[in-house]
């Protein structure tokens, strides 16, 4: 079984500022990890993924994750907020498999990030 | 390379009609889903495909049906619209479940 929990439904920043968006997973299975971005009207696309390597991971737009296995977490940051950066976020959680055996995404309920100036 | 397209992008559909929804990608990809998302509650997973002539219920498969003739398409079926399914409808692909999806625009549907 798994799960995932962003833990703050709303994120307001100021531009030029950190970004922080928390997600915690549990899994039975080593994980991949990813976040996904949403834009108003439009479909998700992916940030950054993490499956096993190393567990810092940079990704598209300044944004990066750590995984920490003690802390069950994927925390996603940004050192400075740009206006562009407001969106909706999704962290996801799959297990590791090496073959097909029909293990399926969980998708956090989100996050949306306003960006003010 | 179009990657993931959904045809159509807004439906409005009158309580128990019927309807298809396609989803075409020419990435060769083996995998397929169709999400719903709705307000609060992420991505949802109806139905899902490990290949050419397979298909899969995932989380939220009633009321809904689906085919994958063909690698390239997966096709979502509702067969008695209900309100309760008004939302968007996501269709993703990827090589397999530890890669990355690709989405498609979405499909906006509304029943009344």
């Known amino acids: 079984a798994q799960s995932v929990t962003q833990l703050d439904s709303h994120v307001s920043v100021s531009e030029g500022t950190p970004v922080l968006l928390r997600c915690n997973y549990s899994s039975s299975y080593s994980p991949s990890l990813f976040w996904y971005v949403q834009h108003p009207n439009k479909g998700l696309q992916l940030l950054l993924k993490y499956t096993s390597a190393a567990t810092l991971v940079k990704g598209i737009n300044g944004f990066e994750a750590e995984f920490k296995k003690s802390e069950t977490s994927f925390h996603l940051t940004k050192p400075s907020a740009h206006m562009s950066d407001a969106a909706e976020y999704f962290c996801?959680?799959?297990?590791?498999?090496?073959?097909?055996?029909?293990?399926?995404?969980?998708f956090g309920t989100g996050t949306q990030l306003k960006v003010e100036l | 390379n179009a990657g993931v397209t959904q045809t159509p992008k807004f439906r409005v559909l009158k309580t128990g009609q019927s309807m298809t929804l396609l989803c075409a990608q020419d990435?060769?990809?083996?995998?397929m889903y169709w999400y719903r998302q709705d307000p609060g509650m992420g991505l949802r997973l109806i139905h899902y495909?490990?290949?050419?002539?397979?298909?899969a219920k995932g989380e939220v498969p009633d009321g809904y049906n689906v085919s994958r003739l063909k690698k390239q398409n997966f096709l979502l079926g509702l067969e008695s619209a209900a309100p309760s399914q008004t939302s968007v409808y996501f269709c993703?692909?990827?090589?397999?479940?530890?890669?990355?999806?690709?989405f498609g625009p979405g499909t906006r549907l509304t029943v009344t």
């Open positions: 990435m060769n990809h083996e995998y």
């Open positions: 996801v959680v799959s297990p590791i498999i090496l073959t097909g055996g029909g293990n399926k995404l969980t």
């Open positions: 495909s490990v290949g050419e002539g397979t298909t």
């Open positions: 993703a692909s990827s090589w397999d479940t530890s890669y990355e999806q690709y």
